[in-house]
Structure formats: C-alpha cells, structure tokens
T-cell receptor
C-alpha cells in the first residue's frame, strides 16, 4: 500500500456519459497529480495541484476537468470522451512540488471508452 | 525537451541471473532520477530515487547508478527471482519541471524459474 487510493479500479463508459475518477491520499502530502498511461506509450503528466491550486495543465483537452477540494482529495471529471481516451489513469502525491520530491502512486483506474 | 529512453524494451532471463536495465536522457539538467516497478494493470511502486548530486543508490538486491554528464542511469538487480517479473520504468525530474516527471517507455522483464 502506497497510501494513495484510487476508485474505481475499472470503468467502462460510453462517449456521451459523464463520470468521475477519485483519488485520496493519506500521507499528509501537499501536491497531487494526474498521469495518463496509454498502451505502449510513456506515462504523460496531465495536471499538478499544489495546496489545492492547479499549477500545471499539460495541454489536456477540456473534456477532462480536474478538481482538488482539499490537499487529500483529487478528482478527474470526464465528459464526452473519445475511444482514444481509453487508458490507465494514475494519481500520485508528493510532499511538495519542489526539486527532489518523491512521488507515490495509486493503483490506477483502467478506463475503457466505448 | 527532455527525452527518456529505456533499452531494451523487453528482457527475459533465467532465475538467479543478474539483471541490467538501462535508461538514458537527453538533458543533463536534472534534479533527480527515479526507478519504478509496475505490475500488469497496476500502479507504480518507487524503487530508488537518486538525487542529481549522487552517483548511486542501493536497496537490498537493487542498485541504481547515475552518470549525469553522459545522461545515463543503470538499474542492477542481483540474483533475479520470478517475483521480479514486471515492467521497470525510469523517470527524470528536470530543473524546470515543477514536480513533473518525464518517463521512459519501460523495460518489461520476465524471470523464468
């Protein structure tokens, strides 16, 4: 257990659905991240939050909408997704966003868009 | 732009043999480099983190070296076991990245009994 919990573990949705991914960290960290892992591609950073404020949006389409209500919780709201958005979505946290911070990852949500 | 490459993409060894996994990066201005393990359909487990001022880190059977000037890191796993079968990812944090890690595509390792 890394102290970072993601739900659900698996999600199947149609292109017109709206769903949300949830991440919770029990480590007292101040920074949280969303990463996307597509088949046979390196992990890609999507969003970074530091103390509930978004500090990085890595050119992610607006059909992905993050929310960080407090430093322990992070959501990724999904709407009108495309089949190419099918991937493993990983949440991570770190003590801060400064140099040398170690990231702790959750187990991910495997998303399939039909 | 930082690019991270891992060679080989896949590796199969018999149990007991030592594993050598390579990672190269194009921009030597890094803060640190991390090695992760990923089991199929699962998240990432951090194995070792090497700060830019360090040359190596060790944990049990694992040893990771870092040569910043040549843009290379190597992960050694001694006396491999079937439980070491997984995908190993390296990631670098560059000085302008605000906590962003740049990942390689990984090396898929199979250790046969």
């Amino acid at each position: 257990e890394t102290g970072v919990t993601q739900t659900p573990r698996h999600l199947v949705m149609g292109m017109t659905n709206k769903k949300s991914l949830k991440c919770e960290q029990h480590l007292g960290h101040n920074a949280m991240y969303w990463y996307k892992q597509s088949a046979k591609k390196p992990l890609e950073l999507m969003f970074v939050y530091s103390l509930e404020e978004r500090v990085e949006n890595n050119s992610v389409p607006s059909r992905f909408s993050p929310e960080c209500p407090n430093s322990s919780h992070l959501f990724l709201h999904l709407h009108t997704l495309q089949p190419e958005d099918s991937a493993l979505y990983l949440c991570a946290s770190s003590p801060g966003t400064g140099a040398g911070e170690k990231l702790f990852f959750g187990s991910g949500t495997q998303l399939s868009v039909l | 732009k930082q690019e991270v490459t891992q060679i080989p993409a896949a590796l199969s060894v018999p149990e007991g043999e030592n594993l050598v996994l390579n990672c190269s990066f194009t921009d030597s201005a890094i803060y640190n480099l991390q090695w992760f393990r990923q089991d199929p359909g699962k998240g990432l487990t951090s194995l070792l983190l090497i700060q830019s001022s360090q040359r190596e880190q060790t944990s049990g059977r694992l040893n990771a070296s870092l040569d910043k000037s040549s843009g290379r890191s190597t992960l050694y796993i001694a006396a491999s076991q079937p439980g070491d079968s997984a995908t190993y990812l390296c990631a670098v944090m560059t000085t302008d990245s605000w906590g962003k890690l740049q990942f390689g595509a990984g090396t898929q390792v199979v250790v046969t009994p």
